[in-house]
DNA sequence: GTCTATACGATGATAGAC
DNA sequence: GTCTATCATCGTATAGAC
């Protein structure tokens, strides 16, 4: 009766291992970290509950692994669309892209569990997440910054907060953003785009 | 060694029952609603376990009130803050005022548990809640419809998407705002405003 | 309206065979 | 690396006395 997950997230290969943590992107983004037993998870991938205990030593580490993951993968994607993109006004909405990207696309439910299955973790674990992310937010920062000294942010914006903001107006789409429906990412990237720019 | 919640969030009367809906609103925020066990609950308003569902059916019905009440309560002070203000510009910022501190104020805990303890909820309970919060969201539209006739917005802005992206923004600052640092609510509501506006 | 006591299922994790 | 079997615990909710 175990149905498998369609399709495997990015960045995690086809092992046992591998399987177990697209499962659980799947399941914890679904029911919730708490709803989810270690039973749920062997059903998906077609073992005996029992059998988990072999790959990780317990269920809080497999939400870390899944969180260490999509942050990996997407801070690889993110700096690819930086480099190739010229100017400030390109290089933010390749931002804006990657980061609609990272949470509606292949890794959305990944992303999804990093941000709302947060307290889920051992402050151990938050610690080592927390500083896996802080990279990714300075590079955000800098483009913001490239972006005001070019004039195309207006100059009494504060750069940290305006970040704040539209961290969460995009991250918000998972919630009402559909890929099938009438609006395309990419109008919706430049929908977020406006949020940040002096001129629309 | 019951450890009373220190204030009671609005819109709950000092009864057992309101009592009980500001401790849940309280845990259910602080460890999450599957986390939080009847215990937890009773424990923090000096009754015993068993002695909760005299007041409630169940767990979930409790989660289901606490939403009930916060809407409730925001919703008539949204409505207020808006009869005060004239004119589309202010209008709007009385909007992202209200709705900064629905989520940074008193009501904060409670407004966290209703975004993010949403598929605790049984269909039922979702679908009463989604009926509670459409005409909250009916004002939002009407003010930007109104401000971008007056030429706040730019006209290529799609404003259902902009009232996603805002309700995003402003929802997620309760991750990373504080109410006593640096930046005044007001300041912040300033900078929000921005997201909209066609010239900052 | 609160108490005590408890039913009873589900849970994360372990042990040891294969 | 997976299985089976099981442990110890904790979960919501109920029953009936006070």
Redesign the pocket.
């Known amino acids: 009766m175990a149905s498998k997950v369609k399709k495997l997230a990015n960045g995690m290969e086809d092992t046992?291992r591998g399987r177990l943590l697209a499962a659980a992107a799947h399941l914890f983004r679904t029911k919730g970290f708490e709803r989810?037993?270690?039973?749920d998870l062997a059903q998906e991938v077609g073992?005996?509950?029992?059998?988990i205990?072999?790959?990780f030593?317990?269920?809080?580490e497999i939400l870390r692994c899944v969180m260490e993951e999509v942050i990996h993968f997407n801070t690889g994607r993110m700096r690819e669309g930086l480099d190739k993109s010229a100017g400030p006004r390109d290089k933010l909405l390749a931002l804006i892209r990657s980061e609609l990207n990272s949470i509606n696309g292949e890794t959305g439910e990944a992303m999804a569990v990093l941000i709302y299955e947060w307290r889920c973790l051992t402050p151990e674990s938050q610690e080592h997440i927390l500083e896996l992310r802080s990279h990714y937010e300075q590079l955000w920062l800098d483009t913001l910054k490239e972006a005001q000294q070019a004039g195309l942010i207006a100059p009494q914006r504060d750069l940290f907060v305006l970040r704040r903001l539209m961290a969460g107006a995009i991250s918000w789409s998972h919630y009402w953003y559909k890929t099938d429906g009438e609006i395309k990412l990419d109008q919706l990237a430049h929908q977020a785009l406006f949020l940040a720019l002096h001129e629309s």
Chains 1, 2 share one sequence.
């Open positions: 046992p989810t037993t270690v039973r073992i005996q509950s029992g059998s205990f072999h790959h030593k317990s269920k809080e």
